[in-house]
């Protein structure tokens, strides 16, 4: 069975609005590298549609920044699971909904998903969480103050404890933390 990875970029004060992190060359490659150690890829539909909007072009693009462009291009190829209750046309290249209870659909994800199934949607992540599915996190931890936007695992109805199992910084100062749920 593969393991359900939640990655995403924050800021120091918990911020996970996109357009508020540290976007270069280095942290591209760093997010592309995760994907390729995962056989697959987990959004909710706002997530998804976010990633829709913007990667499908940048994967075309031959101007594109090389980082972005590599990206986008890995993602295109990668199978795409999306969990959505309002929508069920999902025309990107390898997307699959995501059928059923929500627990027994990503359990039955996991074992199938040998590589593991990186999951990068907050309010989906959360309520991943609540059912005790996630087993790692790689959490981006941006040098800036946001002081706005929505933030990490809001309304998480209690503590989780994880055991930080390494951290990377990378040039620009930002800190990619690898954690995993702590047993019991």
Known sequence: MGLLTFGLNVTL???????QGIADDELHDHWTRLMDESGAMLFGRNTYELMEGAWPAVAR?????RAMREWAMKLEAKPKYVVSRSRSDFPWHNTIKV????????TALKAKTERGVLVGAPRLATALEELGLIDEYRIVVHPVISGRGPT????????????????????SGVQALHLRRRAG
């Open 152 to 171: 990490l695992f809001s309304g998480l109805s209690g503590a989780r404890h994880l055991e930080l199992l390494s951290t990377q910084r990378l040039e």
């Open 13 to 19: 004060d918990g911020c996970i609005d996109h357009t």
């Open 61 to 65: 693009d031959e101007q594109a920044p």
């Open 99 to 106: 059928e059923g209870d929500l627990r027994e659909a990503i």
